[in-house]
């Protein structure tokens, strides 16, 4: 394996785990005030579990199982199958996850009743949800924007169809792309300003500190905390210090600071904290989704011991 591949492998690992710890460590201070963080934790730093929910140190929520869901219907298929990621939603809500938004639960029942792939448009689905569950797609369409844009869309649609959601999951996965293929903060930050030149309620200069779950906010809050900051754990620590939807502001900005920065600049803290089976499951499918990619091609068409152990 080259030193490209390599990068490539950690920067998608770092991908998949920034969605997870993300999500664990602003579970914590899902719904809180800034200032009632401060309160609270001074700095909220560790993953510590609590919250709204009552969950134990490094237990995810929706963001991550939801990801996991496609990420397995991926893998499973062989490729991309929407029934299949509709019936791996339907099997996570049938289970009674921890956590479900309201959006999301209506589409997958639409689907359970009326065996509906696509939610029609409606004015209030401009929620977080499907951007929170980017990372399967953009790692698996690694390589080929046009695919990219398709599927951030189709997926989005069986819970969530607004154009500014659309946009949104859809730029989530170019910055994912471009950190993984070597991009800077700079080319990230191009990136999002095509998303504001398209659709201007994202503007974030002169960040307004609103971090809920209307999928502006969210995408703001990462975008600042992003672009002002110089490494994955100061990122995260500013997104969930503001609370609100904590737990998918910080499972989004995880997701591209992770693709940026690798998975070596996660805090080992973090990920010895992180629940065990999850971690596992988040590292193998990372680099299962980026094998199967147009855009991952490696020099020595056999598998390295490496690849065959993520299998």
């Known amino acids: 394996m080259n030193r490209d591949e ?32 401060r309160a609270k934790f001074g700095v909220h730093r560790k993953i510590v579990g609590g919250g709204w929910l009552h969950l134990k140190p490094g237990r995810v929520t929706d963001d991550t199982e939801m990801s996991l869901c496609l990420a397995r219907a ?12 509709a019936d791996a939603f339907l099997a996570w809500m049938r289970g009674k996850p921890v956590d479900i938004g309201s959006t999301v639960r209506r589409g997958i029942r639409d689907y359970l009743l009326k065996g509906q792939l696509e939610t029609p448009p409606n004015d209030w689905d401009a929620g977080n949800g499907a951007v929170m569950r980017m990372v399967p797609v953009a790692l698996f369409t690694l390589g080929d924007e046009r695919q990219l844009a398709e599927l951030a869309v189709t997926q989005a649609h069986l819970t969530h169809n607004h154009p500014l959601s659309d946009a949104a999951c859809i730029t989530t996965g170019r910055m994912v792309q471009a ?9 990230l930050h191009v990136i999002a300003r095509d998303l504001v030149a398209r659709h201007p ?31 994955f754990e100061e ?12 737990d998918t502001t910080g499972a989004i900005a995880g ?8 998975a070596e600049a996660i805090p080992s803290a973090w990920l010895k904290t992180l629940d065990a089976v999850v971690r596992r499951e988040v590292e193998e499918s990372a680099g299962r989704l980026v094998r199967l990619s147009p855009g991952f091609k490696p020099a020595d068409k056999g598998e390295s011991d490496e690849f065959r152990h993520a299998e």
Do not use: K
């Open 235 to 246: 990122c995260l620590v500013g997104v969930v210090n503001q609370g609100g939807d904590a």
């Open 74 to 85: 991926i893998l499973q298929s062989g490729g991309w199958d929407l029934r299949a990621v």
């Open 179 to 187: 950190a993984l293929l070597g991009g800077d903060r700079f080319d």
């Open 201 to 231: 309620a994202f503007r974030f200069n002169d960040y307004p500190g609103r971090a809920g779950g209307y999928v502006v906010e969210t995408m703001q809050t990462v975008f600042h905390y992003l672009f002002t900051t110089g490494s």
């Open 6 to 37: 390599a990068v490539i492998l950690s920067r998608a690992r770092g991908a998949f785990l920034g969605v997870a710890v993300g999500d664990a460590l602003g579970a914590t201070t899902e719904f809180m005030t800034p200032s009632e963080i």
């Open 255 to 262: 997701m591209i600071a992770g693709a940026l920065y690798g």
